[in-house]
């Protein structure tokens, strides 16, 4: 009996290993069947995204490309030749350190080396890529690595767009920031420094005698950089800073009262921003001259906003004698304007009308009329620019009784007590 039951336990080992095999088969069946399934299944998605990158290639406005490890192009959009002037074909297996600009070539290989090393990609490079005509684009490109079933990278997928445009707006507008810190820096220097800035006068006389009626206050800057006195308050007017510049320059203009020569006035540049500031009669009240020594010169290209407002503003020091001038009358529709709105007690004539005056019956018509006009509204009439005996002569015929220019004195320094310099052959 014991030896039929030894005989039989291998039989029933057997056994139930067969029936154990049989009942794992359907789970293997099942396994083996999922496993196929996310096969086709990941074959399908690769496939699709295949077909999506491929469609994406053709709608992309940027550059598509893919790269083997390399560098060499495998795949391309067809925008590289709208951007880069290279059809597909010619990019095709070609290194892409080739179209790279030379004095940046190597440094482009160590980071492309280095972003290999670390199985990187790389967000927003900026590459200096050789346009087929020979210019240099500026190209913004990113990329990810594309990884083998190991996990080491074998190329690169990636897209690059042009913003050569965008990089030049950019430094642009770099440059015009710190070129407008650069002028600030000017204009605070000045205000900061009194001493770089300096004031001359040029003498306004009686065309007749040519005695000195007056004396033109003009700015001097000695602070870097060189430019006209024109450019340094416009600038500084754009800077916010133009009322405090033009005050200083009267304030030192009104320093040297002391020198002016007897019953000479003393004419004041100002802006509308400037005769509006209250700072601006408080200075003038602070000077030893009374207010019927001394004339405000509004500029025809200054724009006022504000009739009514600018003449309100003024009033009270027109009242104890001030003079309103407007300067260069002529050039423009504005000075007209001024001389309507604002009814100066001066009408300054430009360059533009005077420059020869008597060789031009056109000009001599028109400063005639001016003539007429001025006594009409019961303003004094002032030539600028007088710079040749002949002019002088011609105004003096019309009937412009005050004239100023290089013939008659140039801007220069005053000395006290003596009278501005007339030359001895007129």
Not at 84 to 113: K, M, N, S, W
Not at 384 to 393: H, P, S
Request: with cysteine; glycine share 8%; hydrophobic share 45%.
């Amino acid at each position: 009996m014991e030896d039929v039951v030894r005989r039989g336990e291998p039989v029933e080992t057997r056994e139930l290993l067969v029936l154990a095999t049989l009942a794992w088969l359907p789970v293997l069946f099942v396994a083996v069947q999922q496993t196929r399934r996310l096969q086709r299944d990941m074959v399908e998605v690769a496939e699709q995204r295949e077909q999506r990158h491929g469609q994406f290639l053709d709608v992309s406005s940027e550059w598509i490309w893919s790269i083997d490890s390399v560098r060499r192009f495998t795949s391309s959009n067809r925008v590289v030749e709208a951007m880069t002037g290279y059809t597909v074909d010619e990019v095709l297996g070609v290194d892409a350190l080739a179209f790279i600009h030379p004095d940046y070539q190597e440094e482009t290989e160590r980071a492309a080396y280095a972003a290999l090393g670390a199985s990187q990609g790389w967000f927003r490079w900026l590459l200096h890529w050789v346009h087929r005509d020979g210019h240099v684009l500026l190209l913004e490109s990113t990329a990810t690595p594309s990884l083998n079933g190991e996990g080491a990278v074998v190329g690169y997928r990636g897209a690059a767009r042009d913003v050569t445009d965008e990089v030049a707006r950019r430094e642009a507008a770099v440059e015009q920031q710190q070129a407008a810190q650069e002028r600030l820096g000017a204009v605070r220097t000045v205000l900061d420094h009194p001493d770089k800035l300096s004031i001359v006068f040029q003498p306004i006389v009686a065309a007749d005698g040519l005695a000195v009626a007056g004396v033109e206050a003009l700015a001097r800057f000695t602070a870097p950089p060189v430019r006209g006195p024109d450019v340094w308050f416009a600038e500084a007017h754009t800077l916010g800073l133009g009322r405090e510049l033009e005050l200083l320059a009267i304030r030192l203009a009104l320093d040297h009262a002391p020198d002016l020569p007897a019953g000479c006035y003393l004419s004041l540049n100002a802006s509308p921003a400037t005769l509006l500031d209250p700072a601006l009669a408080v200075t003038l009240r602070q000077g030893v001259l009374g207010a019927d020594r001394l004339v405000v010169e509004l500029t025809e290209h200054a724009q006022v906003a504000d009739y009514d407002q600018l003449a309100f503003a003024l009033a009270p020091l027109r009242e104890l004698g001030l003079r309103l001038a407007i300067d260069d009358a002529g050039a423009g529709y504005a000075s007209l304007r001024h001389i309507l709105q604002l009814r100066p007690d001066l009408v300054k004539l430009d360059r533009q009308l005077i420059d020869g005056l008597d060789r031009d019956p056109v000009r001599r018509s028109l400063v005639a009329a001016m003539v007429a006009f001025s006594r009409e509204i019961g303003a004094e009439l002032v030539a600028e620019g007088v710079e040749r005996a002949e002019e002088l002569e011609t105004l003096r015929g019309i009937g412009v009784r005050y004239a100023q220019g290089y013939l008659l004195g140039r801007p220069a320094a005053l000395v006290r007590g003596a009278a501005a310099p007339v030359p001895a052959q007129l």
